[in-house]
């Protein structure tokens, strides 16, 4: 997890509907949740929600997301006025072509990462990738960087690592690299 290899100060985790609730679950919490509709409207406008209510008012941020998270973060981003930096592992930026890599089927209701890439070009942004990673190819994190330009949004390809390999344990030494525009 890369919220706990995180040293910073103030750290704050959210994690996907219904994740760490019950079992049993609740009657709302249906696999939807974080299957079809993990990338909805809804998800991201209740993330949003808990991100504004965790924190101080005038607050700058970093967005960090893994996978999934990536996408969130993302999208996150592109409607919030506070954040300073976004930063994705393994990133999901582009769910439609991600499923169509997979030929699994897709995800009518989602929000597209890529949808607001050109909205984030001025925010400086770092999206890791890793070289072995079959489940969201490196060519996922370069189609976003395509579509939002190259100033501020950086690709970094790092050797050996698949999606599910132990990004923790790099996690420390990846947020030594600051996310900037040139």
């Known amino acids: 997890m890369l919220a706990a290899a995180d040293p910073s100060a103030n750290v704050l985790y959210l994690a996907r509907p219904c994740q760490f609730i019950g079992p049993p679950l609740p009657s709302d919490c249906s696999a939807t949740w ?39 973060a993302t999208l996150l981003a592109g409607r919030r006025h506070d954040v300073r930096s976004l930063r994705t592992v393994a990133g999901n930026l582009d769910a439609d072509y991600v499923n169509n ?10 929000l597209s990462a890529l949808g607001v890439a050109a ?32 100033r501020c949004v950086q690709v970094e390809d790092i050797r050996g690592m698949a999606h599910g390999s132990d990004w923790a344990a790099i996690w420390p030494s990846l947020l ?5 525009c040139h």
């Open 176 to 180: 030594r690299q600051q996310p900037v």
């Open 119 to 150: 909205q984030l070009s001025n925010l400086p942004q770092i999206h890791f990738t890793g070289s072995e990673d079959t489940t969201v190819p490196p060519e996922v994190a370069r189609r976003f960087q395509q579509a939002a330009g190259e």
């Open 34 to 72: 974080w299957t079809d509709n993990r990338f909805s409207e809804r998800v991201v406008q209740a993330m949003n929600e808990a991100l504004s209510q965790a924190l101080p008012s005038g607050m700058q941020i970093e967005l960090t997301g893994y996978s999934g998270g990536g996408a969130i």
């Open 101 to 110: 890599i997979h030929g699994v089927s897709a995800m009518p209701g989602a």
